[in-house]
């Protein structure tokens, strides 16, 4: 049975940061390209950021970029999401998502399995 635990939301100020992590149970994990994406209040979930397999092929939105970083610990099963300079724009529930593929484009239909999320506040 696969798991995605996401883990480190919670309620910042503008311009503070946090760093999300994604526990996986799934096989094969260091095989499977990996992302997180965002779901504001009435908007459509979002792409944040994916990395591949071994660490490279890493892709952000626009908006984020110079400003989160994602990253993979494959020994671990973990994939992690590091937010600096955070925004109220970027209050939302944040998905872990995994992918059979090695590496993806960050369409959401590449990813089959999903994580619960985790609440980040950004109060202005």
């Known amino acids: 049975q696969v798991q995605l635990a996401e883990s480190g939301g919670g309620l910042v100020q503008a311009g503070d940061s946090l760093r999300l992590a994604c526990a996986a149970s799934?096989?094969?994990?260091?095989?499977?390209?990996m992302g997180w994406f965002r779901q504001a209040p009435e908007k459509e979930r979002e792409f944040v950021a994916t990395?591949?397999?071994?660490?490279?092929?890493?892709m952000y939105t626009e908006s984020v970029k110079g400003r989160f970083t994602i990253s993979r610990d494959n020994a671990k099963s973990t994939v992690y999401l590091q937010m600096n300079n955070l925004q109220p724009e970027d209050t939302a529930v944040y998905y872990c998502?995994?992918?059979?593929?090695?590496?993806?484009?960050?369409?959401?239909?590449?990813?089959?399995?999903w994580g619960q999320g985790t609440q980040v506040t950004v109060s202005s």
């Open positions: 998502a995994a992918s059979p593929f090695t590496e993806t484009s960050g369409r959401k239909n590449e990813y089959h399995y």
């Open positions: 990395i591949g397999w071994n660490g490279y092929r890493i």
């Open positions: 799934i096989g094969a994990f260091g095989r499977k390209a």
